[in-house]
């Protein structure tokens, strides 16, 4: 069973950072694709960054890319989202997904939040000003 498990939300100022972990388990995640969204009350989860576990390609919206990082380590099978610069209005709950079906096919959909398999429960990011 798979099981994901995320830590690292908070308060942060305006400017600060933030690195959100998510503990991954019940699986070999080698031909996973991992994924981190968020969602704002009455909003749909959006899309934030991706990673395949292999390869270690990555992919970001373009509302957080040069401010977010995913990474992954192998060994703690866990993976990262990294938040710099952050602003009151990337104050959501983080969520770790992942997608047992990647293919690394230049055309595969990994923006899309049906793709993904497995949820965790999320985290809480608040960003005051």
């Known amino acids: 069973q798979v099981q994901l498990v995320e830590s690292g939300g908070g308060l942060v100022q305006a400017g600060g950072s933030l690195r959100l972990s998510c503990a991954a388990s019940?699986?070999?995640?080698?031909?996973?694709?991992m994924g981190w969204f968020r969602q704002l009350p009455g909003k749909e989860r959006d899309f934030l960054a991706a990673i395949a576990w292999s390869s270690g390609r990555t992919y970001y919206a373009d509302s957080v890319k040069g401010r977010f990082t995913i990474s992954r380590d192998n060994a703690r099978n866990t993976v990262y989202l990294q938040m710099n610069s952050l602003k009151p209005e990337d104050t959501a709950v983080y969520y770790c997904a992942a997608d047992e079906h990647y293919s690394g096919s230049t055309y595969y959909p990994v923006r899309s939040r049906t793709r993904y398999d497995y949820w965790g429960q999320g985290t809480q990011v608040t960003v005051s000003s």
């Open positions: 019940g699986r070999t995640f080698s031909r996973y694709l």
